[in-house]
């Protein structure tokens, strides 16, 4: 499994460039930042393009993906795109019946609770992942020497998703159905690892030059329920992509007591949530990845001192970690000004790695 000649990790397009450089704990040209959900709501140019097209149509129209993909690389000149998609694209795609509803959030026809609707689900195919391919081929014959981040949403979320057939507060139905039923859970998990997996693989394979994989709900779990019934699935995920010789980046929301295990599921780097500062978080890894964040979004309203005060904060924590690359920690705010993280780019890309 390698990547081809013309990708931009190996004709040289993006192989020195400051995200992958950080990424594999090496000394970039400046400091790298790029936002989770850069590309969305919080900019004009997204809303007008988003006119009259549903959220997952929206990701299955290469043209449109890789345009909003562009946008914020365009604006804030951050170091990196990423690749506008749905964690619950993998299960549209496979012919799970799924829909964005809004105010909601991902709504499952049917949602998948016992062993017998686990069976029933329907396999990803490579063909039906080939709108995903054309969006990053086209993505990245505009980002010259910028790299493309591939996603995809860790097996713990997607399942989560799939067992409540909703967003939930708590995630009470997955957390119970990996005791109660651990053998239908074990199946759903590897189901969507593998959904996920190839997700990924396909981005990574058109040309996207990092992935990450993001668990939003993991911080539901203590970390006895991750190591037992959540960290083989992600494992398993990464696995459809650790012989591309991509960086892989892995980050959870409310995971600060999982890092360790998150790491050990085999990364590259460990994303960070705002909850805990980063030169804590690189001594509980062991300065052993590169780090991700973690900039409060909350922050992003604040006055201006009060915010450059916070982003260098975070960019002296990070100075403890092998590398560091400058994020959120969680996404962009839909009501952020868009001025504001041009502003902070400015800032981390004016201070010295």
């Not at 704990?25 to 006119?51: C, D, H, I, N, T």
């Not at 749905?86 to 709504?107: E, H, M, Q």
């Not at 999982?258 to 960070?272: E, F, H, I, P």
């Not at 100075?319 to 952020?336: K, Y």
């Amino acid at each position: 499994m390698t990547l081809s000649a013309s990708h931009p990790l190996l004709d040289g397009r993006t192989t020195d460039s400051p995200l992958i450089s950080a990424y594999r704990s090496q000394k970039p040209a400046r400091r790298p930042v790029w936002f989770m959900r850069q590309a969305g709501r919080s900019l004009p140019e997204y809303r007008e393009a988003r006119k009259g097209v549903a959220m997952l149509d929206s990701c299955l129209r290469p043209d449109l993906a890789a345009e909003i993909t562009l946008q914020p690389v365009r604006r804030h000149d951050v170091d990196a795109a990423i690749f506008f998609s749905d964690i619950v694209i993998p299960l549209k795609l496979a012919g799970v019946g799924v829909d964005i509803v809004p105010g909601v959030g991902p709504v499952l026809e049917s949602p998948v609770r016992t062993a017998a609707d686990v069976a029933r689900l329907p396999r990803l195919t490579e063909e039906a992942l080939e709108p995903i391919r054309e969006a990053v081929r086209l993505t990245v014959a505009e980002l010259g020497s910028t790299p493309l981040i591939g996603f995809a949403g860790a097996p713990f979320t997607l399942a989560a998703y799939m067992v409540e057939g909703r967003p939930s507060r708590d995630h009470l139905g997955p957390r119970t159905m990996m005791h109660a039923d651990p053998d239908a859970w074990r199946a759903l998990s590897e189901w969507a690892a593998d959904a996920s997996g190839l997700f990924l693989k396909a981005q990574l394979e058109a040309g996207a030059s990092a992935g990450q994989l993001f668990d939003s709900w993991a911080g539901s779990l203590g970390l006895r329920d991750y190591t037992t019934h959540v960290a083989a699935a992600s494992a398993r995920s990464l696995d459809h992509v650790r012989g591309l010789g991509a960086p892989l980046v892995h980050f959870g929301t409310g995971t600060s007591e999982l890092l360790v295990a998150m790491r050990d599921v085999g990364v590259d780097v460990v994303g960070v949530d705002y909850r805990l500062p980063l030169d804590e978080a690189n001594r509980r890894l062991g300065g052993t990845v590169a780090l991700q964040g973690n900039i409060d979004p909350a922050l992003l309203a604040a006055p201006w001192p009060v915010l450059e005060a916070h982003v260098r904060e975070v960019l002296a924590a990070g100075q403890s970690a092998p590398g560091h690359v400058v994020n959120l920690g969680h996404g962009v705010p839909p009501e952020t000004d868009p001025d504001v993280l041009t502003a902070v780019v400015k800032l981390v890309h004016s201070v010295a790695p």
